[in-house]
């Protein structure tokens, strides 16, 4: 099936450690983009990639990390510098121009 | 960037009854987008508007581009259509911003 895969669903880590989330996407788009969403709250930019080994600084990319050595797959990490990192991450993806983007499934990760 | 505002924040709807839900920006923008967000989190595609007015079913959006709006209408409101409307504006290189989005409360 074409689409964005996000995983795993669920992520529970402790904190201080780094944490990686993965977006793999089979539908050829070239940009793509990572979101954070806390409770009540709408999407924040976090990184977004509009061609491989090429990304920028979304609105609140403190503490996270991103790389783009394919064009299918755009990781996300979390790291312990990042001081509040539990929340709801969702990855997107959409053709360059101006098109119609697509969301994954999303992770929800928990840092205790 | 790009601010949106969506209102009203919450709505309780009969079943069977209209609504019209509202996304203000504050610039101008490439295009404009809403989702539904299912009670899992994933945001499903409902409409791609950067102007003028489409319909799907029992819902239909209008972009008024010129005047920074645009409207979610839903009709003969179900249960299924609870849940988290958002609306997201594209602006500079397809970066996407959000509002924070109407919650919907559709009671049998």
């Known amino acids: 099936d074409g689409g964005i895969t996000q995983s795993p669903k669920y992520l529970f880590r402790k904190e201080g450690q780094n944490v990686t989330l993965s977006c793999e996407q089979n539908l050829n788009h070239d940009a793509m983009y990572w979101y954070r969403q806390d409770p009540g709250q709408g999407l924040r930019l976090i990184y977004y990639s509009q061609i491989v080994n090429d990304f920028q600084k979304g609105d609140i990319a403190e503490g996270y990390s991103v790389s783009r050595e394919k064009k299918e797959s755009f990781p996300l990490t979390v790291t312990s510098a990042q001081k509040n990192p539990t929340a709801f991450y969702l990855c997107?993806?959409?053709?360059?121009?101006?098109?119609?983007?697509?969301f994954g499934q999303g992770t929800r990760l928990t840092v205790v | 960037g790009i601010q949106v505002e969506q209102s009203p924040p919450d709505l309780i709807l009969q079943e069977g009854a209209n609504s019209t839900l509202r996304c203000n920006f504050s610039?101008?923008?490439?295009?404009l987008q809403w989702f539904h967000q299912n009670p899992w989190g994933q945001l499903i595609n409902l409409f791609y508007i950067p102007s003028g007015t489409k319909q799907n079913g029992r819902l239909s959006a209008t972009t008024v581009a010129t005047e920074r709006y645009s409207l979610l209408y839903i009709s003969s409101s179900q249960t299924t259509d609870s849940g988290v409307y958002f609306c997201?504006?594209?602006?500079?290189?397809?970066?996407?911003?959000f509002g924070k989005g109407n919650q919907v409360v559709v009671i049998p």
């Open positions: 997201a504006a594209a602006y500079g290189n397809n970066r996407l911003a």
């Open positions: 610039d101008s923008v490439n295009n």
């Open positions: 997107a993806s959409m053709f360059t121009g101006d098109t119609e983007a697509f």
